[in-house]
């Protein structure tokens, strides 16, 4: 029997004794701020054991989990890994102890076909709370007499839970397997005592039955639960009777087909083995957290994927790869799990195209990081700091092995402990990454939401309705009957047109009134957890539950579907400038700019975002319609549609389509992904896409700033008066205005390398002042400047110096050189003549005059 085989039989049995079976959860926490991944499979469960819902009373599920702790430890022994599917069962207040370990034990030896005598249970010894004799009778009826004396008996350490110093906690029952005499050794201290490889932990049953309180006693909890966990690789290797589970189907197609490529036999040597372990176990899990949208970076969940790609390639080239080889091992991967994760092989091509790029990136780097560490000897002959150390595994990649092994060369020590110590502290950072004051509110929601009926959004169809409140909370999240006038907190409605905060849109603003009269602001909606709208509000009148209102969004709504509109149409160009591979890699809209993140191998040139602004306005030109429907999820891929790697639709999904014939004519379109946010009916509402600024986010990823429809407006005319401004400052017309800035810079760079030509003499001396009155009657004054031979890009910077010291004056500077006439007419600040045609010709009048 095989890993699917397992897998399947392991749900059917559950399913088969009344247990719903649930798809695993994202490997990306969904609503959960305190997690940076999935790491088991309770995990999805936590309201439901909260007592927030209560739709389930039992449940089981093969769950994609995520571990950062063993990173460092996998390849180097048969216990540890980061990607690993939990199998599980759940009870939630419904059965408890005797169902959970009578269906494990049967599960064992009919479904898997195990030997009861190379089974070992264990129970809870007691400790810090009493010994579990519950669980030792259950066992005693379920082994046979002569197996009782392989019932286990562990401690806290192993056999006791508890969520933290106080709350929800209780015994374990821990199920380990005899791998056999083979793997003994002199001085093992037996199963669930010795830490070798002759016994494993397979089946961990967690009775959740007490309620720990401040003073450290135990309270029986009203409701008992059942949470188990299982390791399918564990499992796997135990029913397939391999030596570990890189010997298995789950990871062996891996190691062959990099053996294959790479022409190094497995098992050549222990060096070797250790190699092609940890090549296997790096590869699907960068596998799966980049099917979810994960992209390498230096925090967060990219910097864990950026470690996993530059480990699995490290040993590469120490089994003999010279260039990038990663991806070329994928389909080993989606043969693994071909029909389990759909969506993983859905993602082949980010996949590959991501391992490729991170892979090359960092071949490239290693050579500086080989110099980094020849230096590195040279300045520490008597020995190399951790932190420096550390530093050269981070930036490029070499495991600390790899380092000591090159200094001992040279008889020069590591700092490992330092070392250690760098490394604990870059953990806490890449915790950094994703853990914020969301868990205090996400919870404080998730308490509210339970006991409220899901929310009808009308916000597609209109921006006010009538609504009726249908419960409020202060701002600490208590429920409330009431809020009074200037004070703040949360607003619940039946329905509303206000949209949640969700898809890198932000949530609408707006108002509340009762009676015609303005009852409260909402300063912005969320939708924190899944089905219920909280609208954040500033009260200006008492507000009531059961309070009929009149719910009206604000003008910002329309400017920040414009904004939204407008990443599709950029996204869409993108696509025609750099091909169907690069993909959204974020994004965020509001009413004053858009956001959008995008996978490229390079940073473009000017010439490529002067494109993609040019396609994108075009696209408004053209002005396409920009059709909204809820359609089945299965026409994503029947149409080619744009989706988000990682994101999860709903099924039917709301597509948006910008094309001119709506959907009857899909395939001949612009643009066609599925997103949830709001949007305009027709891209020339757009008026116009101007990119603002363009940057770097990661390796391979670029972010595009930018604004359109009223936003660009605004944006638009602001420039405008600072060009005006300018303008009249400079004395220039405002298309002018480059050359004269760069004449300026050209001037201050000569003025600080000293070359700048010293005015003539006799310019300044030769300056008359000709007339006293203005020759427009507004009394400024006309002066004359002779500038001898100046050329005419020197006039202007004599112009400026002849100005500083001059008040509502009008100049007329000339210069004579080989039979050229060379002049500029310009003014001081203060003097703004009202046609400026006409000045220009009395001046030269004038000027004729007196030359």
């Not at 469960?45 to 990173?71: E, H, M």
């Not at 600040?829 to 030269?844: N, R, T, Y």
Request: aromatic share 10%; glycine share 8%.
């Amino acid at each position: 029997m095989q890993s699917n085989q397992i897998r399947k039989s392991f749900l059917d049995f559950f399913a088969k004794n009344g247990h719903p079976v649930v798809k695993s959860s994202p490997l990306i926490p969904e609503g959960d701020p305190t997690l940076l991944f999935t790491s088991a499979g309770m995990v999805q469960f936590k309201p439901y054991y909260l007592g927030l819902k209560t739709d389930l009373k039992r449940a089981v599920s093969c769950q994609k989990s995520f571990r950062t702790t063993d990173i460092d430890n996998v390849g180097k022994t048969i216990r540890h890994l980061t990607f690993f599917e939990m199998l599980g069962n759940f009870s939630f207040g419904d059965y408890f102890k005797k169902e959970s370990l009578v269906w494990g034990w049967e599960f064992f030896i009919k479904e898997m076909g195990l030997p009861a005598d190379r089974l070992y249970p264990s129970i809870y010894g007691g400790g810090v709370a009493p010994r579990d004799e519950e669980a030792r009778a259950i066992w005693e009826k379920i082994l046979p007499k002569k197996l009782h004396s392989h019932i286990l008996e562990l401690g806290d350490k192993d056999n006791f839970w508890a969520m933290g110093d106080t709350g929800p906690s209780g015994p374990c029952s821990e199920v380990y397997w005899d791998r056999g005499a083979q793997y003994d050794h002199p001085g093992c201290a037996g199963p669930g005592a010795c830490s070798c490889d002759r016994y494993i932990e397979i089946w961990n049953h967690v009775f959740t039955q007490f309620d720990k309180q401040a003073d450290g006693t135990f309270k029986p909890l009203p409701r008992k639960n059942i949470d188990t966990g299982m390791g399918l690789e564990r499992l796997t290797f135990v029913v397939e009777g391999k030596e570990s589970p890189f010997e298995t189907s789950l990871f062996y197609p891996i190691i062959e087909a990099a053996s294959g490529l790479l022409k190094t036999d497995y098992r050549a040597s222990d060096e070797s083995v250790s190699a092609f372990r940890i090549i296997s176990e790096h590869l699907r899990a960068a596998t799966f957290l980049i099917s979810e949208g994960v992209i390498p970076s230096n925090e967060g969940r990219g910097y864990v994927l950026r470690r996993l790609i530059r480990r699995a390639s490290r040993y590469g080239r120490i089994m003999g790869a010279k260039d990038p080889f990663l991806h070329k091992l994928t389909p080993a991967v989606f043969g693994i799990f071909n029909g389990v994760y759909p969506e993983v092989e859905a993602a082949a091509r980010q996949i590959g195209e991501t391992l490729r790029f991170e892979e090359q990136g960092f071949i490239e780097t290693l050579g500086t990081g080989e110099k980094f560490l020849s230096d590195l000897l040279a300045k520490y002959p008597a020995g190399i700091p951790g932190k420096e150390a550390f530093s050269l595994y981070e930036t490029y990649g070499f495991p600390l092995e790899l380092t000591r092994e090159l200094a001992l060369k040279k008889g020069v020590p590591v700092d490992e402990k330092g070392f250690d110590e760098a490394r604990r502290a870059a953990q806490d950072t890449a915790k950094a990454g994703w853990k914020d004051s969301g868990e205090k509110s996400t919870f404080m929601f998730q308490t509210a939401e339970e006991k409220l009926p899901a929310t009808v959004f009308t916000g597609y169809e209109s921006i006010e309705g009538e609504a009726s409140i249908i419960a409020l909370l202060d701002p600490s999240g208590k429920p409330a009957e009431s809020l009074a006038a200037d004070s703040q907190g949360y607003a619940v409605l039946d329905s509303t047109p206000f949209y949640a905060q969700s898809g890198g849109q932000e949530g609408d603003t707006g108002s509340l009134f009762f009676g015609g009269k303005l009852a409260a602001s909402v300063t912005d909606t969320q939708k924190p957890v899944e089905k219920v709208y909280f609208h954040a509000v500033r009260v200006q009148a008492p507000l009531k539950v059961g309070m009929r209102v009149s719910a009206r969004v604000s003008g910002d709504r329309y400017r920040t579907s414009c904004n939204h509109t407008a990443t599709h149409v950029i996204n869409a160009a993108l696509k025609q400038v750099f091909g169907e591979t690069t993909r959204q890699a974020g994004s965020e809209v509001d009413p004053v700019r858009f956001r959008f993140d995008y996978t490229v191998a390079k940073a473009p040139t000017k010439e490529e975002l002067a494109r993609i602004e040019e396609i994108s306005n075009s696209a408004v030109r053209e002005d396409y319609r920009v059709s909204k429907a809820e359609r089945p999820l299965a026409d994503a891929a029947k149409f080619g549609a744009t989706t988000l790697l990682g994101e999860h639709y709903k099924d039917p999904a709301r597509f948006v389509l910008i094309n001119r014939g709506g959907f009857d004519a899909a395939r001949d379109r612009y643009s066609l992904e599925l997103c949830g946010g709001t949007h305009i009916d027709r891209t020339g509402e757009l008026l116009v896409i101007k990119i603002l600024k363009e940057s770097s986010v990661a390796r391979g990823v670029r972010r595009i700033e930018g604004v359109a429809g009223p936003a660009a407006v605004a944006y638009l005319s602001g420039l405008a008066k600072v060009a005006e401004t300018l303008s009249a400052r400079l004395s220039v017309p405002p298309l002018e205005l480059p050359v004269r800035v760069e004449q300026l810079l050209q001037s201050i760079k000569e003025l600080k390398s000293g070359k700048a030509k010293a005015l003539p003499a006799a310019s300044v001396k030769e300056g008359r002042r000709v007339l006293a009155e203005g020759i427009d009657g507004s009394g400024s004054s006309f002066v004359l400047y002779d500038a001898g031979t100046m050329e005419m890009k020197e006039l202007r910077g004599l112009s400026d110096e002849i100005k500083k010291d001059l008040k509502s004056s009008l100049l007329f500077i000339y210069s004579k050189a080989e039979n050229k006439f060379s002049f500029i007419i310009t003014h001081t600040g203060d003097v703004i003549p009202a046609d400026i045609p006409a000045f220009e010709k009395q001046l030269v009048e004038l000027a004729k005059k007196h030359i």
